[in-house]
């Protein structure tokens, strides 16, 4: 055993009490444009009333820096050379995740208000907030899915009236 060794596994216990997600690299997981349009987790309805407004707010931080680090790759992307064949894809799902991000920071603000108020105690109130928000995120999602399918759809059809074949001899 090490000396003082109790004092690190005090600190392991407390960041994970207060939320903190414990990841070997201390960088937030990845997370795509498709895990964008979904709810993100910040728990249950009981867990989030009975938790402290810290723990909330590391949560919060924790799921709105993945969707920024998503933000600032699709950046990247856009602005590197390397990636220029498919930058109008790339500037198309940084608007989707734009708006996603949106709706999420709008949802997260209302829950810290309603926490902050101890309002969030009600969970008739919460579960209306929660739907609310998990619609907002279905329609951006069916929007972004249905882009996608009209866009493949105008490529094959493009593909498919190509005139530009070699003509045999």
Sequence with gaps: MREYSFLIEALNNTNNSLGI???????AKHI???????????GSISKLI???????????????????????????KISNPKYEKVKQNNEFELRVVRSAYAIHRAYFTKLLYFKSRG???????LEML???YKRQLFLLSQNYKKSKLTSSMEINRLKANDDTQIPQD
């Design 21 to 27: 997600p414990t990841n070997p690299n201390n960088q």
């Design 32 to 42: 795509s444009v498709i895990g964008v349009l979904k709810p993100l987790s910040i």
């Design 50 to 76: 009975q938790c402290k407004p810290i723990e909330l707010t590391n949560k919060i931080n924790y799921q709105l820096n993945r969707v920024n680090t998503l933000i600032t790759d699709l950046q990247f």
């Design 119 to 125: 309002i969030i105690k009600n969970p008739a109130k």
């Design 130 to 132: 929660q739907s609310g």
